[in-house]
């Protein structure tokens, strides 16, 4: 805030791990739903749970941090930090960071987006810094939150792959709340029509909308030849 952007060596958008940040990789796949749903520091909708739980949460955030803040791939990154205190950190090219830290409630964000440029009184309690024991900070690890290394994929490639990633990722987490595939099968979904998918720029939202309903549409014949019904 108030920083010239020209100076900015990378951001950091700050991820809780989900509800499996410390499970055995060996268990993952068979996570059920309901323990997926389960998670240790935030209350969101269902899909955004899932998400949160694949970490596919955070590579959305960064395709949309990458054009909202007109910033390249190399320059955006994700820390694993299962407090959820702090929420984004920028780092200089001096090497200072700034960092931005808040209580762990979505009525914070939300409503300083309806407030912007202006910061409203809340009855939230403020942050005790005191009270404050530990903040963790872990790299992704891949093998654990495979679907982040393809939306990373698809933030570098550009082109229509974001709109493939997230088409693909809503019928597959639907697919998931339905019971109709395991957690681990989520990957394959969104893997499968990544994968196939043959890159054009993007000029109109109907093109847009074009691409999205041909990838949820192949996403729902992968699950048929798997034998799931839609």
């Known amino acids: 805030m108030g920083q010239n952007k020209k100076f ?7 991820a809780s791990g989900g509800p499996f940040f410390r499970v055995p990789l060996s268990e993952l796949s068979g996570k059920s739903l309901a323990e997926a749903l389960k ?16 970490l596919m949460n955070k590579g959305l955030e960064l ?45 914070i964000p939300i409503q300083y987006a309806l ?23 872990y790299p992704v690890e891949e093998q654990r939150y495979p679907l ?7 933030l570098e490639a550009g082109l229509s792959f974001p709109v493939v990633l997230n088409a693909a990722n809503e019928v597959a987490v639907q697919a998931f709340l339905e019971e109709r595939i395991s957690f681990g099968e989520i990957f394959g979904v969104v893997n499968y029509c990544v ?9 109109s939202l109907e093109e847009i909308l074009l691409v999205d309903s041909d990838s949820r549409e192949q996403a ?11």
């Open 115 to 137: 407030s912007y440029p202006e910061r409203w009184a809340t009855l939230l309690p403020a942050l005790n810094l005191t009270e404050i024991r530990d903040l963790e900070f």
């Open 148 to 154: 982040f290394g393809l939306a990373i994929k698809a």
């Open 39 to 54: 998670h240790p520091r935030w209350k969101m909708g269902r899909k955004v749970t899932i998400d949160s739980a694949t």
């Open 8 to 14: 900015i060596k990378k951001v950091y958008l700050t």
């Open 63 to 107: 395709i949309e941090a990458r054009w909202l803040f007109n910033l390249q791939p190399h320059q955006l990154g994700v820390l694993i930090h299962p407090q959820s205190i702090v929420h984004a950190l920028v780092e200089f090219q001096d090497g200072s960071v700034l960092a931005q830290l808040s209580q762990t409630d979505m009525r």
């Open 220 to 230: 729902k014949n992968y699950l048929r030849s798997k034998g799931n019904v839609i």
């Open 195 to 203: 994968g196939r998918h043959r890159p054009r720029a993007l000029r």
